[in-house]
């Protein structure tokens, strides 16, 4: 069982930035994808940004040029840069790591951006 404890979110101003993390509870040979979700009330989630184990990455429309994820392997971690945070990026953010097929989801960490 692989468990993952997301970190970082918070109250930001519309502009500011926040960085998120997310850790795995323990190694991992091998992960298929790491990538970040967001549901704000009233919708469904959605894929924000996702890495593969090869490099690749995925960033939904709304957030291409604001938002980096990156993944630090040795660590079992990924992270999510946020910036030029906007009122509409206030959410619930979750990580998702891919492993051998299953997924696993963190907690989630709340993300509130105010105008």
């Known amino acids: 069982q692989v468990q993952l404890v997301e970190s970082g979110g918070g109250l930001v101003q519309a502009g500011g930035s926040l960085r998120l993390s997310c850790a795995a509870s323990?190694?991992?040979?091998?992960?298929?994808?790491m990538g970040w979700y967001r549901q704000a009330p009233g919708n469904q989630r959605e894929l924000v940004a996702l890495?593969?184990?090869?490099?690749?990455?995925n960033y939904a429309d709304s957030v291409k040029g604001r938002f980096t994820i990156s993944r630090d392997n040795a660590k079992n971690t990924v992270y999510l840069q946020m910036n030029s945070l906007k009122p509409e990026d206030t959410a619930v953010y979750y990580c998702?790591?891919?492993?051998?097929?299953?997924?696993?989801w963190g907690k989630g960490t709340l993300v509130t951006v105010s105008s």
């Open positions: 323990r190694s991992i040979f091998r992960i298929d994808a």
């Open positions: 998702k790591l891919q492993i051998y097929g299953v997924n696993y």
């Open positions: 890495i593969t184990n090869t490099g690749t990455t």
